[in-house]
């Protein structure tokens, strides 16, 4: 007997026993979770009163909360608060907050959104009001990831929305990050330069 043809015939007989699945190309649910990323490109910025953006994120972010077992409260200021900022850009970095709240924040806590202008700023806090609970959920998730404390380390979604933040409010020459609010209570602060700031650093760049 050819010794040849036997062979052959064991390697497919050995084939034949190896899972398919170990043959098939690895699908989509078998993927690394993705990085989130910015939902559009940059657009162009024009002259806005960040009260807008945030009575529009009141409109639409609400029920995102609510699913949560949260509520929202804005407390902003009768004056404008003009900026010049990309309003899809800005609408994002909202919208993670929100996300974020959802995720750090017990249910009951209402997150309360506080406008104002300091020097010239326009400043808005981002606070964890949570009844009988004296630690703000939602500044110390924010530091943490920010950090890649151990505990978020392996949260990718986490990490690429607070980067994504911080990478969208630096375009805007402003800053975000976890600090005490006029209300004494420690949350996110995003601040941004006025409209008159933002014309004066461009007149100095010309």
Do not use: K
């Not at 699908?27 to 953006?53: E, K, M, N, W, Y």
Request: net charge positive.
């Amino acid at each position: 007997m050819n010794p040849i043809p036997a062979c052959i015939a064991l390697l497919f007989a050995l084939l034949l026993c190896v899972p398919w699945r170990l043959l098939r190309p690895r699908s989509a649910s078998a993927a690394p979770p993705a990085i989130a990323q910015r939902a559009q490109v940059p657009g162009p910025r024009s002259h806005t009163d960040i009260r807008q953006l945030l009575h529009q994120m009141s409109e639409s972010l609400r029920g995102r909360l609510q699913a949560a077992g949260m509520a929202l409260e804005l407390r902003l200021p009768g004056d404008p608060l003009p900026v010049v900022l990309d309003r899809s850009g800005m609408q994002e970095v909202l919208a993670r907050i929100v996300e974020l709240a959802c995720r750090a924040m017990h249910a009951g806590s209402t997150l309360q959104v506080l406008g104002r202008i300091d020097g010239v700023h326009a400043v808005v806090n981002f606070i964890d009001a949570a009844p009988g609970l004296d630690e703000p959920r939602l500044a110390r998730c924010f530091d943490a990831v920010a950090a890649r404390s151990p505990r978020w380390r392996s949260d990718v979604d986490a990490i690429a929305s607070v980067a994504l933040c911080e990478q969208i409010v630096s375009e805007h020459r402003g800053r975000i990050y976890a600090a005490p609010s006029p209300l004494g209570s420690l949350g996110i602060t995003l601040r941004l330069p006025l409209e008159r700031a933002s014309a004066e650093a461009a007149r100095l760049r010309a």
